[in-house]
T-cell receptor, first 117, second 113 residues
Framework: EAGVAQSPRYKIIEKRQSVAFWCNPISGHATLYWYQQILGQGPKLLIQFQNNGVVDDSQLPKDRFSAERLKGVDSTLKIQPAKLEDSAVYLC???????????????FGPGTRLTVT | KNQVEQSPQSLIILEGKNCTLQCNYTVSPFSNLRWYKQDTGRGPVSLTIMTFSENTKSNGRYTATLDADTKQSSLHITASQLSDSASYICVVSARGTGNQFYFGTGTSLTVIP
């Protein structure tokens, strides 16, 4: 089966600009996650979707970050305006069911490396 | 507070040697523990997953152990290869709703010829 697709793979922007990332999960996976991974750290969950509904967005900086999954399939993550500290790899992952229900595996995409200058 | 700590932060070993990575956690209530391998520039890929009742799980040259009483896990790599150079991340899942996954900061392994 095809893996999780993300685009772009790399993005360089200036601070205060806007940027959007796209993720297409594995077909049939109901749950989609966006993570932020700063260099040298483990991934930090930003938002979790179950189909097109938000399960957890407690760590999403809502003043500048937004995400949507309108049709319950692919998703976009937007940052507006970007700050220097947003420089990180943004990982998308999907799983068949939510994390609280079973031990179903998360499959990660290759990530988008964002550099804010 | 639910936390996952990994050690060492980084490790350099010679090709063919064995090594062991450590993971200590305070996540409760515990559901399962995963070890991921993350190659540079790629997303994490699952190596093993263990539930409360499992204390060892192998995947080729990778063997993970779990001691649920002491809340410790280890990942043992046998006969290391250059391709084992990567970051290894321990992830502990909690039972319940909301944010289920607690990530360690990873151990960066470099295998040199």
């Amino acid at each position: 089966e095809a893996g999780v697709a993300q685009s772009p793979r790399y993005k360089i922007i200036e601070k205060r600009q806007s940027v959007a990332f796209w993720c297409n999960p594995i077909s049939g996976h109901a749950t989609l996650y966006w993570y932020q991974q700063i260099l040298g750290q483990g991934p930090k969950l930003l938002i979790q979707f179950q189909n097109n509904g938000v399960v957890d967005d407690s760590q999403l900086p809502k003043d500048r970050f937004s995400a949507e999954r309108l049709k319950g399939v692919d998703s976009t993550l937007k940052i507006q305006p970007a700050k220097l500290e947003d420089s990180a790899v943004y990982l998308c992952a999907s799983s068949r069911v939510g994390g609280g229900v079973s031990s179903y595996e998360q499959y990660f995409g290759p990530g988008t490396r964002l550099t804010v200058t | 507070k639910n936390q996952v700590e990994q050690s060492p932060q980084s490790l350099i070993i010679l090709e063919g040697k064995n090594c062991t990575l450590q993971c200590n956690y305070t996540v409760s209530p515990f559901s399962n523990l995963r070890w991921y391998k993350q190659d540079t520039g790629r997303g994490p890929v699952s190596l093993t997953i263990m539930t409360f009742s499992e204390n060892t799980k192998s995947n080729g040259r990778y063997t993970a152990t779990l001691d649920a009483d002491t809340k410790q896990s280890s990942l043992h790599i046998t006969a290391s290869q250059l391709s084992d150079s990567a970051s290894y991340i321990c992830v502990v899942s909690a039972r319940g709703t909301g944010n289920q996954f607690y990530f360690g900061t990873g151990t960066s392994l470099t295998v040199i010829p």
